[in-house]
Structures are given as structure tokens and as C-alpha cells.
């Protein structure tokens, strides 16, 4: 949750040292969609993108389990998947 809350605060902070001074919500939404494609830290999500009237910046997962029964250790079972 940290890593999501830093790059959403990130992404944020970034949009808005490039809007200057027109501060209207469609353009910030617009500015994020542009901004956060071209990112190269996006957290958890490799594949982090938005478009024209999307509200969820990834599509997608890995499928995972725990390592071992008395650990917190997660281990992917395969790659990224897109539903």
C-alpha cells in the first residue's frame, strides 16, 4: 500500500509542477493519462498506462502463492497476466 500511495502522490506532484497555473480537474486527468505512460518507476505494475476515459491504470496481475507455510514471502506462478 506505501509503494501504491508514493507513486499515486508521485504521479500527482508531477502533473501538477506541469500544469502551472490551470488548475482544471479534465486537464489534470488528461496530464496523468500522458504523464504516467512515460514513467520509469510505476511501482508493482510494469505496464502501468491510462487512456481516453479509463479509470484503472492496470489491467492486469501476477498469480501468486506463499513460499512456504509459516512464511510471508510470495512467489509469482508465472508472468504477467491480462484478463
Not at 35 to 52: A, C, D, F
Request: glycine share 10%; hydrophobic share 40%; aromatic share 10%.
Amino acid at each position: 500500500m506505501q509503494a501504491d500511495t508514493y507513486l499515486a502522490c508521485g504521479l500527482l506532484s508531477e502533473t501538477i509542477k506541469h500544469m502551472i497555473d490551470a488548475f482544471i480537474r479534465d486537464y489534470l486527468v488528461e496530464r496523468i493519462e500522458d504523464t504516467v505512460e512515460h514513467r520509469i518507476v510505476t511501482g508493482y505494475y510494469p505496464r502501468l498506462t491510462l487512456g481516453p476515459g479509463q479509470r484503472f491504470a492496470s489491467k492486469g496481475g501476477y498469480l501468486v502463492h506463499f513460499a512456504g507455510a509459516n512464511t510471508k514471502q510470495l512467489v509469482a506462478d508465472g508472468g504477467w497476466i491480462t484478463p
